[in-house]
C-alpha cells in the first residue's frame, strides 16, 4: 500500500469540494446547514471471479456490512455533502444454483473479515416535490473507503456512487430520510494473495439502502 499521505489525498479532497461549495455558489440560496446519523447496508457484485470460468460462477464478495456513520450538508435546492462511516463485513463464497433449482447459493465464510472506513462527498438536487414537508432528491458523488482484512492488510478504495433520497421535514429543524443507492469500484478490496487458487480480484459493484435523521439550521 501507499503512505499515509497518498491514502490521506481523497479525504482532503472531499473536505475542499465541501467547503468550496458551502462557502461558494450554494452561500447565495439562503443555505443551511444539516448534520445526523445514518445507518445503512450494502450488496456486492464483482468483488473477485474465478481464473477458469465455471458454470456455478462462484466468486468471493464482502457480505452485507452494516454502517454507521454521520453526515454534514449545506444547501437549500442544490446540496454538498460529506459523509464518514464505518462498518465491520463478513466475506461470502456465491455462485448460481444447480440447473433448474433456480437461485443461486451463498456461504458466509469469515464473519467480519473486514474492517471499512468510509468517507463520501455528494452534490444533490429535488427531483419533485410529494408535498410541502416531503420531497424526492437524486445526488451524484464518489466515495473513498479503507479496508482492512485479519490480516491486517489495507486495501484503499476510490469509486463513483448515484443515489435516491425521499426526505421528510418534521417541523422546522428535524428531517429524517430513507435512501438507495448504487456504486462502482474499480479496484478490489481483496488483493490477489487473499484469495485462494483459482481466483483473482476484479471490480465491483454495489447497490445500497439507509436511513438517517439530521438536525437544519
Do not use: K
Amino acid at each position: 500500500m501507499g503512505g499515509g499521505s497518498a491514502a490521506a489525498r481523497p479525504v482532503g479532497l472531499a473536505l475542499a469540494v465541501v467547503v468550496a461549495c458551502a462557502t461558494g455558489p450554494l452561500a447565495g440560496q439562503g443555505s443551511r446547514w444539516t448534520a445526523g446519523i445514518v445507518v445503512g447496508t450494502a450488496r456486492f457484485a464483482g468483488a473477485s471471479s474465478e481464473i477458469t470460468p465455471s458454470p456455478a460462477g462462484f466468486r468471493f464478495a464482502p457480505y452485507r456490512p452494516v454502517f454507521y456513520g454521520l453526515f454534514l450538508e449545506r444547501g437549500s435546492n442544490v446540496r454538498v455533502g460529506l459523509r464518514v462511516a464505518t462498518a465491520s463485513s463478513a466475506v461470502s463464497l456465491e455462485g448460481h444454483g444447480p440447473a433448474g433449482a433456480g437461485g443461486g447459493t451463498v456461504s458466509v465464510v469469515a464473519e467480519g473479515a473486514f474492517r471499512v472506513a468510509s468517507v463520501g462527498a455528494l452534490v444533490s438536487a429535488p427531483v419533485f416535490r410529494v408535498s410541502p414537508s416531503a420531497s424526492v432528491r437524486a445526488g451524484l458523488g464518489g466515495h473513498w473507503e479503507r479496508w482492512t482484512s485479519l490480516g491486517e492488510t489495507a486495501r484503499s478504495l476510490v469509486g463513483l456512487d448515484g443515489s435516491a433520497q425521499f426526505e421528510l421535514s418534521l417541523g422546522r429543524h428535524w428531517v429524517t430520510h430513507v435512501s438507495a443507492g448504487a456504486g462502482f469500484d474499480p479496484r478490489s478490496p481483496f488483493a490477489a494473495g487473499d484469495l485462494p487458487n483459482g481466483f483473482e480480484p476484479a471490480h465491483m459493484w454495489r447497490v445500497g439502502f439507509g436511513a438517517g435523521m439530521g438536525y437544519r439550521w
